[in-house]
Structure formats: C-alpha cells, structure tokens
C-alpha cells in the first residue's frame, strides 16, 4: 500500500511539475472537436452522435497519456529500482493505473464543459455523464496500463499501444455509448437501459483490473 | 426474407465452400514450401557432415 | 514465420521443445479421420439436411461459416490458456503452443470472415451487415489477434517475447466473451435478432448436420496446429543441427567465432579449415 501511494505520488508530482501529458490531452481533445464540427458540418449534437464524438476523442486523448505512462521508469531504470526493492509489481500497475485515472479525471473536467459549451443544447444531462465517464476511465486506465508495459519493451513502442489498444477498447466504447446515448438524447435524458450498459461497463472495468493484477508480475519480471 | 432462386443461391453457397477449400489448400502448399526448405537444409548439412568426417581422416 | 522466430533464438533455455516421433503418427492418424469427418459433413450438408423455409439454400453456408467461427474462438480461448500455463511454468512449449493457436485460429478468422461476407451478400445484397452480432464481434476479435503478430515481433529479447505474448493471449482469452457480450447487447437492444442461426427451431436434421461439420472443423483445427508445431519444432532441430556443425575458432586466434547463417558460408569455412590442417587444431 505505501509503495502504491508513493509510486503515485511522485507521478503525479512529475506530471504537475513537466505539464507532459495533461495539457496535451487537453489541446487535442479541443482540437478534435474542432475538427468533428467541420468533419460532419454540424454544429449542434444530441444522442448517439454527442455520444460518440465525445468518446471518441477521450479515447484518442487517453493513448496520449497510455503512451507516456512508463517512459520515466524505462528511462531512468525505475524497473530495475522496483524489482530490487520488496514491492509487489501488483502495486506498480495499481499506481499507474490510478495515475491515468486521474489524468483521464482531470482532461474531462476541462474538456466536457468545452464539449457541452461547443455543442450541447442541454446541460442536464452532465452529472450522469460524469458516472458514464468514470466508468470508462477506470477500463481505459486499467488497458492502458497493461498494454503500454508491454509495449515498453518492444521497438515500435509508439506503434503498438494504438494498435493493440484500440480493438481491446471496443467493449468499452460500446458500452459506454450505449449509456451515454440516451443521457444525451434530443428531448432530455432519459434512463432507458443506462444500468444494463453500466453495468456491462462494470463488468470490463472488473475483469481487466483483475487480469492487470494477475499478470503484473510477469511483466516485470526479467 | 424472401429467397433465392435455387441457381443463383447455389453460386453463392459454392463461392463460400470454395473459399474455404481455396484457403486450405493455400495452406498446404505454404506448408509444404516450408517442408521442401527444411529437407534441402538438412541434406546440405547432411554433406557438409559427411565432408568434415572424410577430412578429418586425412593425415 | 516460425523461422524468423527461431532465428531470434538466443538458448536461454537448456530444454528444447522436442517432440518424440510417435507424434508424426498421431498427426497421420488425426488427418485421416480430419478428411473422413469433413467429407461426411459436407455429404450431410448437401445430400440430407433439408431446405431452409426461410433463406432456402443459402442456409447451407452457415454449416461452413458457424462451426469455423466457433472453433476460431474457442481456439483462442485455448490459446490463453496455454498462455497460462506458460507464464506458470517457464516452459517454451506452452508458448509455442499458445502462438501457433492464435495462428491458426486467425487463419480461420479469415475463412469465417470471408464465407460471412457471401453469405451477407447473397441474403441481403450487401457485402458486409453491421447488423449480425456475431459477425461484428468476430471482426473485432480478429482486429484484436491480428496485432499480437507486430506485439510480438517488436520485441527482440526471446524470453521476454514469449512472456508478454502470453500476458496478450491471456487478455485476449478474456477479452473474447466480454466483446461478444458488448456487441450482442447493443444489437439486441437495437434491432430484434433478425437471424435465428444455430438456436432454437432447427429440425433435428439440420442440428445432426451442423454437430458433425463443426466436429469436422474442429478436428481441422487440430490436426492444422499439429502440423503447425511439427513444422516449428523441426526448424528448431535444424537450427540446432547447424549450431552444432559450426567451426570451432582455432586455439589461440583471439577470435570470436560468428556463427556462419548460411550452410554455403559453412562449407566456405569447412574448406579453409580443411586447407590448414596442419594449423593447431584440426577441423572438428
């Protein structure tokens, strides 16, 4: 437990001190925003587009932060400083993973009002959505974690996270665009079937924690 | 769903078996390149073993 | 592709995978009662399961298309589990055996994806239907498997290849039911199962036929992962074999003996050490 407050920690120190991949997740979600505007010509969303225009671009902006997640300790040797001292590797997963849960937390308390702002006719729907999102986050960041320190070992490292992210992250989008989808319909929210795709959400955010805490310890080992 | 008409169902139906025959026997024959590859390595290997045998005979 | 794997080998590993002969007949045995099974499926199909009411003989593709979509799954499902077995163990059998799984059921991917798509198109005209869940789940899940290849060959380090790889089998395993789940639900909850397939209301004829194609298919997979590991583990015997046979460096030189990669190169230095026998050590 105290190696996992204080693996988090110094992350979280790092990132506040060197801004490195917070504020570019940030640029790039506004920017996609931007883009989706004139990639659909439209400049009011509702249901099932508001849905996937916003995922889309939170799930783009999370491989920003997914790539980055272990490139000090592969640099610095962190690794080998983790596997010398008595710690779980389990506790490194846990830190990273929280890590990027936080940086997710902190991107879309930016970049959902901006959303909302740029084009949502009706707010109400934003304090569910917050649930939705958190959902997702805790599947984005436990992925994340995983395939990055498994990319951290390979040549094309930038290559791979994308790559074998993105069809493991399909599960998610889909049920979290099912949640979000009605929350952001053209009349209102409405709740139609929110429960059954959170607790799908639930359900992957679960068995990929369980798996990270299961394998870690492969990973590093060396 | 209505449909089709026996001969232009079967065409469709023998696309989709031949594909899968086309895709086995692809197979096969990758298979059988590597195996071709393998046993010309291993004779090469073979005579090489047998030429170091002989100079090693000689005085 | 199994060669440019062993070339990477470094023998970290004492223990070569090996497989004793009486394997070869097993696999012998396995391939004849593989053509035997598949060629009584397909007599089943065409000569004794009756039409369909609804999509006439159309239907028949999904005795091809189901049993090789099944098998592909349940194949990767297993391949996880040899992962497991590897990441356990140490033992680079379980690996092999968890690569040429995913190969093989990513070769049938491919079939399922393709007799998938005939048979969208002559049903609906369209080449691809975004409304089949099963189909939609199998493209994401082939997505998914077509990246362990580059995750793979990006790292060079053996060991740690073969680990991760597994730590990728084994998320893959269980991303495998939660994928056909998600997709399921957004289509059942979206448009009502259009497609009765392999559940419920199928004749006992048509069910007999479809058992014995998807027994058939799944000694297929068998049969094609024997072979698989059959043909790796002979390269890895050669590779051993031309180690073996590489020339010693002469005593005293001071220099590194570089493996010779090519039997030609071998026979080069053979000669040249064959021309110097009088040096200070003979030719091995």
Do not use: C
Not at chain 1, 107 to 116: G, R
Not at chain 3, 81 to 93: C, E, F, K, N, Q
């Amino acid at each position: 437990m105290r190696a996992f407050t204080a693996i988090l920690a110094k992350d979280l120190r790092v990132e506040l001190r060197t801004l490195q991949s917070v504020p570019a997740m940030v640029l790039f979600a506004v920017s996609a925003f931007v883009l989706f505007r004139f990639g659909l010509d439209r400049t009011s969303l509702d249901g099932s587009l508001a849905a996937g225009v916003l995922l889309a671009t939170v799930l783009f902006a999370a491989i920003l932060a997914v790539n980055r997640v272990f490139v000090a300790e592969r640099d610095q040797g962190g690794f080998d400083a983790i596997r010398l001292a008595p710690v779980d590797a389990t506790a490194l997963f846990a830190a990273k993973a929280a890590a990027l849960v936080v940086y997710l937390v902190v991107l879309e308390a930016v970049t959902v009002p901006v959303f909302a702002i740029f084009f949502l006719d009706d707010w109400a729907a934003l304090l569910p959505l917050a649930l939705v999102l958190l959902l997702a986050d805790l599947g984005l960041a436990a992925t994340g974690a995983l395939i990055s320190s498994l990319a951290t070992g390979s040549r094309a490292r930038d290559l791979i996270v994308p790559l074998v992210l993105l069809p493991l992250l399909v599960p998610l989008m889909i049920a979290a665009a099912g949640a979000a989808e009605p929350l952001l319909a053209a009349g209102g929210p409405s709740y139609d079937r929110v429960a059954t795709w959170l607790g799908v959400l639930g359900l992957y955010d679960v068995i990929f924690l369980l798996i990270g805490y299961g394998v870690f310890d492969f990973v590093l080992e060396d | 769903m209505p449909a089709l008409p026996l001969d232009e169902a079967g065409k469709y139906v023998a696309g989709a078996y031949l594909a899968f025959l086309a895709l086995l026997l692809v197979y096969v024959a990758i298979m059988a390149a590597k195996l071709q590859r393998i046993d010309r390595e291993l004779r090469s290997l073979a005579e090489l073993a047998e030429e170091r045998r002989g100079d090693g005979d000689k005085p | 592709m199994g060669d440019s794997m062993t070339t990477h080998t470094r023998m970290t590993r004492t223990r070569p995978w090996t497989q004793p002969s009486s394997h070869w007949l097993a696999l012998r045995t396995l391939s004849i009662a593989t053509f035997a099974a598949i060629v009584a499926a397909f007599s089943l199909v065409f000569f004794y399961a009756p039409l369909d009411a609804d999509q006439g003989f159309i239907q028949k593709i999904f005795y091809l298309h189901v049993p090789l979509g099944i098998v592909a799954l349940v194949g990767f499902i297993v391949a996880g589990i040899h992962a497991v077995r590897h990441l356990r163990s140490g033992d680079p059998v379980h690996d092999a055996r968890s690569y040429v799984s995913i190969h093989i059921s990513v070769i049938f991917g491919v079939a399922v994806l393709v007799t998938g798509s005939i048979w969208a198109r002559a049903s609906w005209g369209k080449w691809w239907v975004w409304d089949e869940p099963t189909l939609v789940s199998f493209l994401i899940v082939f997505l998914l498997y077509a990246t362990y290849y580059p995750l793979r060959y990006a790292i060079e380090d053996r060991d740690r290849q073969a680990r991760y790889a597994s730590v990728f089998a084994i998320m893959a395993g269980a991303f495998v039911p939660l994928n056909f789940i998600a997709v399921r639900l957004a289509e059942t909850l979206l448009h009502p199962r259009v497609f009765a397939t392999a559940e419920g209301g199928m004749p006992g004829s048509m069910w007999l036929t479809f058992l014995v194609s998807l027994f058939g298919i799944a000694l297929l997979w068998v049969t094609l992962v024997g072979f698989e590991l059959a043909a790796k583990d002979a390269s890895a015997q050669l590779a051993r074999l031309r180690r073996a046979l590489q020339p010693r460096p002469a005593a005293g030189s001071g220099r590194r003996s570089s493996a010779p990669a090519t039997v030609s190169a071998m026979r080069k230095s053979n000669a040249r050490l064959a021309g110097k026998s009088r040096g200070p050590r003979g030719p091995e």
